[in-house]
């Protein structure tokens, strides 16, 4: 048994810029160097290992087991997830399906504004309330690159939208465990997420449009962005509150949409936007005259059906997929939890990030049949199948989806390596220590705390699963609300997702963007950090300033 060893060097500021290491070398390289990221990644792996075990004194046998359990992790289930969504997407794109659904779009609107609004946010949301781990951003940056926005349009807006809904994702499961890390009760954090996210279901599809095109044409259409936030937003405090964590993001995601469609039935733009680039590529509004009524896109009614079909099997799968029940079925039939060898119950975690020494576990789930990317695999054969594919021909096609993403598969594997490795080793505890001794502004930095989790981890689940005891004994240390705390992890960590490396790896792959990750990074960095900061002004408003302090849950 090895325990954690947070303060290495017998100086916190050093043993913090040594835990830094990784993540400097992985982000510099990706950012700063414009190195691809299958290789950025690799080298950040590498230097997390030289820290975990020359300067922390993890031992060589359990950092290389911690690079194995995460390199599986990212096979299963993130690789497989982008592996199956991007296999449906090449079937509906070489039968002409996709360029049929892209038409069909112009029905409700030709508005390139309120496309991106309809698909990165409202269908984005409910791929990542019913899956998470990645759905959203894959299904809606195909979607949004088929129907002609720039790589970099798709890509980065697809991770700004992916905001709001996250701490809901996957049918609640970042809140359901938070509340077992912690021992608070799931509902208190449910309710209090619900209330401090309430205010930014409003603010990010602004902030989506704004960054697409800029504040004045984001203005001409404020009603419907409006509509959009709104129709998020209250379903999200009303569920989270009364309900409970598990539908919170799908009953929101579907009351937005058909708010948001039902609106553009009876309202339009004066004019029509119509670059795919926006201001991105310094772009000026296109206007094409007073809109009136929509023009028709010349496909019949049963061709619409059949390009939307996939995309309609996809979503109701990925939903039963996501349901406890069906889960509960599939892994009767199959499914191995496997105590990690060389790792499992050896590595101890110490305070004053928990109150006494606890063993971690180390347990990998090999959940094949239950995890969301086989429900999205089904939904590719089927669609498939239904299009007119030969199996012949959907083994070929699968193969060289396969091959196209090698790359990124690599660098999703060494991402997930170094995240669980970093974990394992206590890396990650040291830096969120750093945040904890804050004082007075702990609120502020502790929501930072949570963006930081999310961004190393790449998932809000893993965040709350690191930094939540922390949050909770720093809590009652300062006398905070450690249901306030708990919850601005969470929060917090949810606008961390836009920039993980992982996610940044599914957008480029999914919107054909591969080695361009650094480009992405640098455009989504000042929105990902800016939206933290804004949350961590909420959360300290509720910490101190009355009537804020009323909505705090005890």
Request: charged content about 10%.
């Given at each position: ?13 050093l ?30 792996l ?68 309120l ?55 996957a ?6 465990t ?13 309710s ?43 379903p ?6 009364l ?27 004066k ?86 020494p ?25 669609s ?14 699968y193969?060289?989806t396969?091959?196209s ?6 660098t ?66 300062l006398?905070?609300?450690p ?21 940044i ?9 591969y ?27 509720m ?12």
């Amino acid at each position: 048994m090895w325990s954690h060893v947070y303060d290495p060097l017998g100086n916190p500021w050093l043993s913090t810029l040594c835990a830094a290491l990784p993540i400097i070398v992985l982000l510099g390289a990706l950012g700063i160097f414009h190195i691809k990221a299958h290789i950025a990644a690799v080298m950040g792996l590498i230097t997390s290992l030289v820290v975990a075990i020359g300067i922390f004194g993890m031992p060589g046998s359990m950092a290389l087991s911690a690079t194995l359990m995460g390199a599986a992790n990212g096979l299963l289930p993130i690789g497989w997830i982008i592996l199956n969504v991007i296999f449906l997407y090449q079937l509906t794109e070489r039968k002409g399906q996709f360029a049929i659904l892209r038409e069909s779009i112009t029905g409700v609107t030709q508005d390139r504004r309120l496309q991106l609004l309809l698909i990165a946010f409202c269908f984005g949301a409910f791929f990542e309330g019913a899956g998470g781990f990645g759905t959203p951003v894959a299904v809606t940056g195909a979607m949004l690159i088929g129907l002609g926005f720039s790589p970099l349009a798709a890509s980065g807006l697809s991770l700004i939208a992916n905001t709001a809904p996250v701490a809901y994702g996957a049918l609640g499961t970042p809140i359901t465990t938070l509340a077992k890390v912690t021992g608070i009760d799931v509902m208190l954090i449910s309710s209090m997420v619900g209330r401090q996210m309430t205010i930014f279901a409003i603010i990010v599809p602004f902030w989506l449009l704004i960054a697409f095109c800029g504040w004045k044409n984001t203005m001409r259409i404020w009603p419907a962005v409006l509509v959009a936030g709104l129709s998020f937003a209250i379903p999200q405090l009303l569920v989270s509150n009364l309900m409970g964590p598990e539908l919170v993001a799908v009953i929101a995601s579907v009351c937005s949409i058909a708010a948001l469609v039902f609106f553009l039935k009876v309202w339009h733009p004066k004019e029509v936007y119509t670059s795919t680039a926006g201001t991105m590529a310094g772009a000026a509004a296109e206007a094409a005259g007073n809109t009136g009524l929509q023009p028709k896109h010349g496909y019949s009614t049963s061709d619409v059906i059949r390009a939307w079909l996939p995309w309609l099997i996809l979503s109701v799968l990925v939903f039963a997929w996501g349901s406890p029940s069906v889960k509960k079925l599939l892994d009767s039939i199959f499914t191995l939890e496997i105590q990690w060898p060389g790792l499992h119950n050896l590595v101890q975690k110490m305070p004053p990030v928990v109150a006494t020494p606890h063993l971690e576990a180390a347990i990998y789930k090999l959940n094949l049949l239950s995890t969301t990317g086989t429900g999205i695999l089904v939904a590719g054969i089927l669609s498939g199948l239904i299009m007119g594919y030969r199996p012949s021909e959907l083994v070929k096609v699968y193969g060289q989806t396969f091959w196209s993403l090698r790359y990124s598969l690599i660098t999703i594997v060494a991402m997930l390596a170094l995240g669980y490795l970093t974990r394992y080793s206590g890396v990650d505890i040291t830096l969120g220590l750093a945040f904890s001794h804050t004082g007075v502004l702990y609120p502020f930095f502790g929501t930072l705390l949570g963006w930081l989790g999310v961004a190393l981890t790449g998932s809000d689940t893993a965040a709350n699963v690191l930094f939540g005891g922390l949050q909770k004994a720093s809590a009652n240390q300062l006398g905070l609300s450690p249901v306030l705390m708990t919850s601005a992890n969470s929060a917090g960590g949810v606008m961390g997702k836009m920039i993980d490396a992982q996610s940044i790896v599914v957008a480029s792959t999914a919107t054909q963007y591969y080695g361009k990750e650094g480009v992405i990074l640098r455009y989504v960095f000042f929105h990902s950090l800016a939206l933290a900061c804004l949350v961590g002004l909420v959360v300290t408003a509720m910490a101190y300033l009355p009537p804020f302090t009323l909505l705090v849950l005890h």
